[in-house]
């Protein structure tokens, strides 16, 4: 392993050999004080008179100033949640409503699902207790379809904004109209969308039941006006405040501790062997500290995590208190817990994230920052119908949050200042403790300056169906007229219309199709997923259906280690099916099941985890994404038993599966050409078989896939083989004037 030399940027600090030692309080005060000497802390009060004074407020401050843990619990104290009303804290990541509500739980010294509680898709732990209830932005946008009101909620803080998810950008604008609608006197006739509703009038039913997380329609009780909270890290929130017609902004203020910024001195080809080597060069040559490490997902994190652990092994003994944790969100939520665990006493952690940790989640004792300088970003061209989800450069904006990962030791001094509506106010604080860190960034300085400013917002880059899907739900149907901070381009949104269209969501007129487009908006799934799964219903391969889309759901089920690739291969093909993924990914599921049953009926019911995982790490597969996969399934069966549809099996009749997968995936099918490369038939794409297929040699004539993506070549991924003719058989309607 050659070292790697870093370059300082013109940033450069002392560095400050003080770090902060364990206390001896107890845990309980330990986070009391933590929570005091949060900069946010000392501005409660005039925090809470802005938000009583405006129906809109845009908070702005520094990552782990306490924005996300500390003012919805500033809100409750302050009487927001009387009369069974709740606070609403949304993020864009499953994740960090997770950890924070988690976090903020134990602050509050309550059970998680009690006054604290969060809900996300496959996974609510709220209850009629809850009062504080950290949600995704996309669970939001679902309840809405519910209770269009969100009359549950007498304040919504829409958090992590400067992230700009589509189901953010789309949540703000429902949020304008929702607001306008609860602020009309009692008794009016108001319009969401064309859903013409009347205000009542009638009194509250305190304890509104809750389904599956979601509140019931607000029928019944009086509508009360509803605060809005923006919160964002980043210092741009003149988009937000223009939005809202020049709302109010507060900017809470950590102080910026010392920063060395090292630059490799050449380029790096491998990111992940240079991130493995300045792993270890700082673990060797560092003071101590966490180092905390910015990857792009799930594999490349459990790669490094592994390649560490065996590096580990090469070391003296006395070197080797090394502790990698990883981060990233298909993690089960009590490993994603460990990130905040302290290493025990003399380790020291390495924490492998993905761009999670640039804003969203704060992880105490971190002084090391390796930045890569790569993202996983998804990007969707509407002309081809394309979406991909490639590893990109970082941008400037989000290298520069990174950089900061470390200033979560120290107490910051505190500056509130209402910006450009300056009334002008300043908090001045305490001194902080000055804990410098140093982040390494693997690439050249003159690199640094090639960066794109900041990313694009999500809905100028993705495939609009599901979300134009829910609007319409929502009895938004002009969705061209629709009010969105950043306008999608209409090329996106005629082909999402013409998707949904396809898929027999859509009516010729543009409306929700019924029963089919209502059942589809209600899952939470892709709208291809609840296409799959109501044609499922009709084939008779329900549960087959359910499998694959869990799987599906989920990252890759197959573990395919870079240092074991031909035993991985081998362990592959015990699984596989010459019909192509799909139904290789169906026996991986009932393998493991019949298994797990062999163990239970075998009386191994307590160590049933570990056995599983076992039989996972023998067979290659990856226990993490099958567990969740199991998750998944579990819970959109009860979602489509609820709709009434009967979970039955064709058994071994795989021929009428294909044939369903056909029917619902026929938008995404290609034809192999003369020279062995495939055209995507929608798009007219030349497109490859991705190496991991197991249709990747055999080459069948015809296939529909899962997954288009782009790296060094434009790769199909999930396939399954098809007769051609059943696309003209079974997608009449799409397929006519194909020859
Ligand atoms: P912000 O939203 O302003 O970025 P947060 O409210 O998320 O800040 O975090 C405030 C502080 O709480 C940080 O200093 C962080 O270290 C601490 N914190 C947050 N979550 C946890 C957790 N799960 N465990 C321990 N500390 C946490
Ligand atoms: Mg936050």
């Not at 092994?313 to 990130?339: G, T």
């Not at 025990?344 to 804003?359: M, Q, S, W």
């Amino acid at each position: 392993m050659a070292q790697r030399e870093f370059r300082s940027s013109v940033q450069n600090s002392k560095p400050n050999p003080k770090f902060p030692t364990v206390s001896h309080f107890s845990m309980r005060q330990k986070i009391a004080e933590h929570r005091r000497s949060l900069p946010i802390a000392t501005v409660e009060k005039r925090l809470i008179e802005e938000v009583r004074k405006n129906d809109i407020l845009i908070v702005v401050g520094e990552t782990g100033s306490g924005k996300t843990t500390q003012l919805p619990q500033f809100l409750y104290n302050a009487g927001f949640c009387r009369e069974g009303k709740m606070v609403g804290i949304t993020q864009p990541r499953r994740i960090a409503a997770v950890t924070v509500a988690k976090r903020v739980a134990e602050e509050c010294e309550v059970e998680l699902g009690q006054k604290v509680g969060y809900s996300i898709r496959f996974d609510d732990t709220t209850s009629n207790l809850t009062r504080l209830k950290y949600m995704t932005d996309g669970l939001l946008l679902r309840e809405a379809l519910l209770d269009p009101h969100l009359s549950r909620y007498s304040v919504i803080i829409v958090d992590e904004a400067h992230d700009r998810s589509v189901h953010t950008d789309v949540l703000l604008a429902l949020l304008k109209k929702i607001q306008r609608t609860r602020s009309k006197p009692t008794g009016e006739k108001t319009e969401i969308g064309n859903l013409a509703l009347e205000v009542q009038t009638n009194t509250r039913d305190e304890n509104v039941p809750q389904q599956n997380g979601v509140s019931r329609g607000c029928q019944g009780r009086k509508l009360s006006p509803l605060k809005l909270i923006i919160m964002s890290a980043s210092l741009d929130a003149r988009v937000f405040s223009e939005y809202f017609g020049g709302a109010k902004a507060v900017h809470v203020q950590g102080r910026q501790f010392p920063v060395d910024i090292l630059y490799t001195v050449h380029p790096e080809s491998d990111y992940i062997d240079a991130a493995l080597v300045t792993i270890f060069q700082i673990h060797l040559e560092e003071k101590p500290g966490d180092i905390l490490v910015f990857l792009t997902g799930q594999d490349e994190i459990e790669s490094v995590e592994r390649l560490v652990q065996e590096r580990l092994q090469h070391l003296p003994e006395d070197k080797r208190k090394l502790l990698p944790v990883p981060i990233f969100s298909a993690l089960p939520s009590e490993q994603q817990m460990k990130a905040f665990a302290p290493a025990p006493t003399g380790f020291r952690k390495v924490i492998l994230a993905t761009n999670i940790a640039e804003t969203s989640i704060t992880i105490p004792g971190i002084r090391y920052v390796i930045d890569p300088g790569f993202v996983k970003a998804r990007s969707y061209d509407p002309r081809k119908g394309m979406e991909s989800l490639d590893v990109v450069p970082a941008s400037k904006a989000q290298t520069l949050q990174r950089r900061y990962g470390w200033k979560k030791l120290g107490v910051l001094p505190p500056i509130i200042c209402a910006f450009w509506f300056i009334f002008g106010f300043y908090f001045s604080g305490r001194a902080g403790r000055e804990v410098p860190g140093k982040c390494f960034r693997l690439y050249p300085e003159r690199e640094f300056e090639k960066l794109e400013d900041s990313t694009k917002p999500e809905i100028k880059r993705c495939n609009l169906s599901n979300i134009i899907l829910q609007l319409k739900a929502l009895g938004i149907d002009d969705i061209v007229g629709f009010d969105f901070i950043d306008r999608p381009s209409s090329g996106a949104i005629v082909k999402a219309l013409a998707e949904l269209h396809a898929l027999g969501a859509l009516t010729d007129d543009g409306k929700l199709e019924d029963p089919a487009g209502y059942q589809m908006s209600r899952l939470p799934l892709e709208p291809i997923y609840s296409k799959a799964l109501i044609l499922a219903n009709q084939y008779n391969c329900l549960e087959e259906m359910l499998i694959t889309v869990a799987v599906l759901t989920v990252e890759s089920i197959f573990y395919d280690p870079r240092e074991k690739r031909e035993e991985a291969r081998t362990a592959k093909n015990h699984f596989a099916s010459v019909e192509g993924d799909h139904l290789t990914y169906l026996s991986v599921y009932r393998e493991s099941d019949e298994f797990l049953e062999k163990k239970k009926v075998a009386g191994s019911g307590n160590n049933i985890d570990k056995i599983m995982k076992k039989w996972c790490k023998e067979n290659f597969v990856n226990s993490r994404s099958l567990k969740h996969a199991r998750d998944i399934y579990r819970q959109i069966r009860e979602h489509v038993e609820q709709m009434g549809f009967n979970v039955s099996s064709c058994g071994n009749d795989m021929l009428e599966f294909r044939r369903c997968l056909a029917a619902s995936f026929f938008l995404k099918a290609a034809l192999r050409q003369l020279d062995g490369t495939y055209r995507a038939m929608e798009s007219g794409e030349v497109v490859h078989i991705h190496p991991t297929s197991v249709l990747f040699r055999a080459k069948p004539e015809c296939v529909i896939f899962d997954e288009l993506m782009q790296t060094s070549k434009k790769y199909i991924k999930n396939l399954t083989r098809i007769d051609p003719l059943w696309l003209t058989e079974l997608a009449p309607h799409h397929y006519k004037t194909a020859e």
